[in-house]
Protein backbone atom coordinates (compact mmCIF):
# COMPACT_ATOMS: atom_id res chain seq x y z
CA UNK A 1 0.00 0.00 0.00
CA UNK A 2 2.75 2.61 0.83
CA UNK A 3 4.63 1.68 -2.71
CA UNK A 4 1.29 2.48 -3.93
CA UNK A 5 0.97 5.81 -2.83
CA UNK A 6 4.37 6.87 -3.40
CA UNK A 7 4.08 5.81 -6.93
CA UNK A 8 0.87 7.70 -7.27
CA UNK A 9 2.62 10.54 -5.73
CA UNK A 10 5.69 10.63 -8.05
CA UNK A 11 3.51 10.09 -11.15
CA UNK A 12 1.06 12.78 -10.09
CA UNK A 13 4.50 15.12 -10.03
CA UNK A 14 6.23 14.05 -13.07
CA UNK A 15 3.01 15.53 -15.04
CA UNK A 16 4.05 18.64 -13.78
CA UNK A 17 7.54 20.86 -15.85
CA UNK A 18 9.32 23.56 -14.44
CA UNK A 19 11.55 25.91 -15.67
CA UNK A 20 14.03 28.71 -14.75
CA UNK A 21 14.29 31.64 -17.15
CA UNK A 22 17.20 34.38 -16.93
CA UNK A 23 15.27 37.41 -17.70
CA UNK A 24 17.30 40.00 -15.70
CA UNK A 25 17.10 37.49 -12.82
CA UNK A 26 15.67 34.36 -12.38
CA UNK A 27 11.91 33.81 -13.39
CA UNK A 28 9.94 30.61 -12.35
CA UNK A 29 7.22 28.76 -13.99
CA UNK A 30 5.33 25.63 -14.15
CA UNK A 31 3.09 24.14 -15.93
CA UNK A 32 1.37 20.81 -17.19
CA UNK A 33 2.55 18.45 -19.76
CA UNK A 34 1.07 20.45 -22.87
CA UNK A 35 0.02 23.56 -21.31
CA UNK A 36 1.14 27.29 -20.82
CA UNK A 37 3.72 28.29 -18.87
CA UNK A 38 2.73 30.33 -16.03
CA UNK A 39 4.54 31.96 -12.58
CA UNK A 40 5.28 30.40 -9.61
CA UNK A 41 7.37 31.66 -7.16
CA UNK A 42 11.19 30.53 -6.13
CA UNK A 43 9.79 28.70 -2.79
CA UNK A 44 7.47 26.44 -4.88
CA UNK A 45 10.14 26.08 -7.56
CA UNK A 46 12.59 24.70 -5.22
CA UNK A 47 9.81 22.66 -3.21
CA UNK A 48 8.76 20.99 -6.25
CA UNK A 49 10.63 20.52 -9.14
CA UNK A 50 14.41 17.90 -9.46
CA UNK A 51 16.51 17.17 -12.15
CA UNK A 52 13.83 14.82 -13.90
CA UNK A 53 10.88 17.02 -14.19
CA UNK A 54 12.90 20.31 -14.99
CA UNK A 55 13.27 21.63 -18.83
CA UNK A 56 16.26 24.26 -19.58
CA UNK A 57 15.38 27.41 -20.94
CA UNK A 58 16.95 28.07 -24.44
CA UNK A 59 16.90 31.56 -25.32
CA UNK A 60 16.21 32.53 -29.61
CA UNK A 61 18.61 34.59 -31.03
CA UNK A 62 16.50 36.76 -33.56
CA UNK A 63 17.03 35.80 -37.25
CA UNK A 64 19.23 37.93 -38.99
CA UNK A 65 18.39 39.14 -42.38
CA UNK A 66 19.66 39.67 -45.74
CA UNK A 67 22.07 42.36 -46.34
CA UNK A 68 20.94 45.49 -48.85
CA UNK A 69 23.43 46.33 -50.83
CA UNK A 70 23.62 49.87 -51.55
CA UNK A 71 24.59 51.83 -54.78
CA UNK A 72 24.58 55.33 -55.27
CA UNK A 73 21.76 56.69 -57.22
CA UNK A 74 22.95 58.84 -60.69
CA UNK A 75 22.49 62.74 -59.84
CA UNK A 76 22.31 63.51 -63.94
CA UNK A 77 20.33 62.90 -66.40
CA UNK A 78 20.76 58.80 -67.48
CA UNK A 79 19.16 56.33 -69.92
CA UNK A 80 16.00 55.08 -67.80
CA UNK A 81 17.31 51.68 -68.38
CA UNK A 82 20.29 52.53 -66.56
CA UNK A 83 18.53 54.28 -64.13
CA UNK A 84 16.07 51.04 -62.95
CA UNK A 85 19.05 48.94 -63.16
CA UNK A 86 20.78 50.85 -60.19
CA UNK A 87 17.19 51.02 -58.54
CA UNK A 88 16.58 47.25 -58.84
CA UNK A 89 19.77 46.53 -57.18
CA UNK A 90 19.13 48.45 -54.27
CA UNK A 91 15.98 47.11 -54.17
CA UNK A 92 16.92 43.53 -54.57
CA UNK A 93 18.82 41.54 -51.25
CA UNK A 94 21.78 39.93 -51.81
CA UNK A 95 20.00 36.75 -52.56
CA UNK A 96 19.22 37.83 -55.81
CA UNK A 97 21.22 38.98 -59.52
CA UNK A 98 19.95 41.68 -61.27
CA UNK A 99 20.79 41.32 -64.71
CA UNK A 100 20.38 44.15 -67.85
CA UNK A 101 20.32 43.10 -71.70
CA UNK A 102 19.98 45.03 -74.37
CA UNK A 103 16.27 46.39 -73.39
CA UNK A 104 15.64 44.55 -70.28
CA UNK A 105 16.63 43.92 -66.88
CA UNK A 106 16.10 40.80 -65.34
CA UNK A 107 16.23 39.49 -61.40
CA UNK A 108 17.24 35.97 -60.55
CA UNK A 109 17.60 34.53 -57.22
CA UNK A 110 20.77 32.72 -56.69
Known sequence: MKNLIRHILLE?????????????????????????????????????????????WVEKKPKKGPKIKQLEVPQKKVDKLDYLYIYYQNLTSNDCKVEKTDDSIIIKVK
Request: aromatic residues 20%; without cysteine; glycine residues 6%.
Open 12 to 56: EAQKWEYQVRDIGGPVYYKRKKGSDWFFIDEVEFYKDSNRNNTVK
